[in-house]
């Protein structure tokens, strides 16, 4: 028994400090990117200038209850500067400076800005939300970072010096690796047992996402207009297999290095070509990041053996004069002065607690997923008491994992606005441009990935709610060059059926109209 003690110790608790320290860095950049892709949409989408401010959100709520710093500004200017300084906090959360409050301020942060409105809420956001929650009580600032550089210029004696590093190199046992492991592991399964529809039984799954207009990059467009018939079947196969495969690579009882680092690699591959496809806000990047996690600090030793020692040798001489720089600056007042570090006893208290914390979020995080999954067998899928949902409301992060399922999107389409002037000239006030009912069938979508949310968020007629909002923006609007304003406006949703595999000519546009304003 205590062998078998030992071996899930080592197998799903043991977290390596320096995979850790990666983790970060690469998390800092997805915040930092979510926040940027955000920032040039901040007036129209998160102001009270623009389609659905804070405004109209706090008196019709979007989610009970519905909790973000965002809904008490109003102007464009305090969104631009509020979302500055989200930036700034993902920036100090990736550098590793101040990282255990960093920690704290990054959840908060991004649940609020993900919270401020819930059109943009989605798996990305919620695994950024995820991982977020996981990793607050690890140590992510013990390597590769700027604490730890901070760390050595305060230690009193290189002898204290080397005690750190020394402590620093220790693995680190926590339920959170195993949180990680599960939380990767079923999303993955869930994804897959979901995928049950004719599009991915037939083979056309691959095929129809290369035809979402609404969300491609530009190498998906160029390519599905070169794309053979034969590939979609092949690429629709290997992705599922993929994703059935890595719960069980991720969770494999025997050599994990090897199983892991696999998973790692395979999660790269699929999550890369996702990227490169489909501007899906976060979720590849997160994905990538939480497989990373669960990697073995024996990756990163394989692949340091494999660069030249004169180049670790150079990196040693750099951080050392960064080191003595830091002594006695800002950053690092103490200079020479001991710092206190808490004794043995504390520390364990510390370990303690923070694994009884990370016991209670698996509970709560456990009767979220199976609650939210049609995967698992009815019988257990209970609405959960008010109780065991904890903090889940405020910080959000919702465990339903069904990404393009049960089948893949079999049209595409977007929101056209036709726009009289004044002087009765027709204008579409998202594009400043005659309304252009072909574009979605004839190319991308002329918009962010941000607002073509919103655009299919308001499509349906259970947000009509938040129309007089709009009608409040189009009042208000003035077109480009003329400074005219507008008297009516029809909001069109365009869509068109992608074309058959081997086939590059979609079908023909249709037209709905949702609404008309008179302003």
């Not at 062998?3 to 110790?9: E, K, P």
């Not at 700034?88 to 960093?102: D, I, K, N």
């Not at 939480?290 to 040798?313: E, I, K, M, Q």
Request: one cysteine or more; charged letters at 20%; aromatic letters at 10%.
């Amino acid at each position: 028994m205590p062998g078998l003690t030992s071996s899930f110790r080592e197998l799903y608790l043991r977290l390596d400090r320096r995979v850790l320290g990666v983790a970060r860095i690469a998390l800092g950049a997805v915040l930092l990117y979510d926040v940027a892709r955000r920032f040039p949409d901040a007036a129209l989408l998160w102001s009270d200038e623009g389609v659905l401010g804070p405004a109209a959100i706090r008196r019709m709520p979007q989610a009970t209850p519905q909790v973000s710093f965002l809904l008490a500004l109003s102007s464009a200017a305090a969104v631009r500067w509020a979302f500055a300084g989200l930036g700034l906090v993902f920036v100090l959360y990736g550098a590793g400076l101040f990282t255990r409050v960093m920690q704290v301020l990054a959840l908060l942060g991004y649940a609020s800005l993900n919270a401020s409105n819930t059109f943009f809420e989605d798996g990305g956001t919620g695994c950024t939300i995820l991982l977020l929650v996981y990793t607050l009580l690890l140590p992510l600032g013990d390597r590769f970072s700027l604490d730890a550089l901070r760390r050595d210029a305060n230690a009193a004696s290189v002898r204290a010096r080397v005690r750190l590093r020394a402590e620093a190199r220790r693995p680190l046992y926590s339920l959170g690796l195993l949180l990680l492991l599960l939380q990767a592991a079923l999303i993955y399964w869930l994804n897959a047992a979901h995928k049950t529809g004719s599009t991915w039984r037939g083979g056309d799954a691959v095929h129809l996402v290369l035809w979402q207009h609404r969300v491609n990059t530009p190498l998906a467009l160029w390519f599905s207009g070169h794309e053979p018939a034969w590939l979609s079947p092949a690429l629709t196969w290997l992705t599922k297999r993929t994703e059935l495969l890595l719960p069980l690579l991720l969770l494999w009882p025997t050599h994990p290095l090897v199983t892991r680092s696999l998973s790692f690699v395979l999660a790269l591959l699929l999550h890369g070509g996702i990227a490169l496809s489909l501007t899906l806000g976060p979720f590849s990047y997160s994905m990538i990041c939480l497989v990373w996690a669960t990697v073995p600090g024996g990756a990163l030793d394989w692949a340091a053996s494999r660069v030249p020692a004169r180049y670790f040798w150079r990196l040693a001489r750099v951080r050392a004069r960064l080191v003595r720089r830091l002594r006695g600056s800002l950053l690092a007042p103490g200079g020479r002065r001991p710092r206190a570090e808490p004794n043995a006893a504390a520390r364990a208290r510390l370990a303690t607690l923070r694994e009884v914390v990370l016991g209670a979020v698996l509970v709560v995080e456990a009767s979220n997923l199976v609650a939210s999954n049609r995967a698992f067998p009815k019988v257990l899928r209970f609405r959960e008491p008010t109780w065991l949902l904890a903090y889940k409301p405020y910080l959000r992060g919702w465990q339903g994992w069904s990404m393009f399922a049960p089948d893949a999107p079999t049209d595409d389409g977007t929101l056209v606005v036709d726009a009289l002037t004044r002087s009765g000239r027709h204008i579409d006030p998202f594009t400043g441009l005659a309304p252009d009912f072909e574009q979605i069938r004839r190319g991308l979508a002329p918009h962010s990935i941000a607002l073509s949310d919103y655009f299919f968020a308001m499509r349906d007629k259970r947000n009509s709610r938040y129309r007089k909002q709009l009608a409040r923006y189009f009042a208000s609007y003035r077109a480009p060059g003329s400074g005219e304003g507008l008297r009516s406006a029809e909001i069109w949703w365009v869509s068109y059926v992608p074309p058959p595999r081997g086939s590059y000519e979609p079908g023909p546009l249709q037209k709905e109209k949702l609404w008309r304003l008179k302003l």
